[in-house]
């Protein structure tokens, strides 16, 4: 069973292109998240009414509701939206996409701190229309000091850089450097690829914020 989180606002398109890039399955659950007080009850009903319509065409079993989100607090409405990330029963698909910006940067705050909680963040391109998985950057894991200059080498290197490279700029075995990789792989701050028979490793997006902040 999956569990979709997205905002809505009274333009619904983000919502169910999403969910239609994403797939539907049998009772799976959809969570619209709305401000605490609608400046237009009227609107906000009838795009809530838009969904319920299309999922009950495509999978009658789906289920619809509204969360409401403090906008005037914004610690409370991240915290709201990191609840309804870790109550979610299984798997939690995320849309960070349309509504309000009120509601949509609490959900994206709580959507970085529980990266390892979610299985697939979209958004939406107001440009062409077009729904997209973001693979979104994680700096919640902490390596070790060794894993840490591990980091800033590959960082330094600016490209692919293969493991007896590593090995000879640190001075250190190649089996401390390797466990350092397999680490910084796991935390999401390295990629690697194989080269001629040989373990090339690079920085990713997260790898690089994460060096920026420590």
Known sequence: MQTFISPIGFNTTSV??????????????????????????????????????????IEPS?????????????????MTCSDLIVEAPDTVVVSLSGGARDILLPLTVATIAHDNDIQTTYGYSDIDGQARKLDLPSVTDTPSDGAHQTLIAVADAE?????????TR???VKSTITRHISTLENDGYLTSRTKNR????SITLSGKLYLTTH
Do not use: M
């Not at 789906?62 to 991240?78: C, M, N, Q």
């Not at 490209?159 to 090995?167: A, D, H, Q, W």
């Not at 040989?198 to 490793?201: E, G, L, P, R």
């Open 16 to 57: 169910t292109r999403t969910l239609l890039a994403h797939g539907l399955n049998e009772d799976d659950s959809v969570k619209l998240l709305r401000p605490a007080t609608e400046t237009d009850d009227n609107r906000a009903a009838e795009a809530v009414a838009d969904v319920e319509q299309l999922l009950k065409e």
């Open 198 to 201: 040989t373990k090339h490793v």
């Open 159 to 167: 490209e692919l850089i293969s493991v007896p490279e590593l090995t």
């Open 62 to 78: 789906t289920t619809v509701s509204v969360t409401r989100i403090p906008h005037d607090d914004f610690a409370a409405g991240v």
């Open 170 to 172: 640190l001075d250190n």
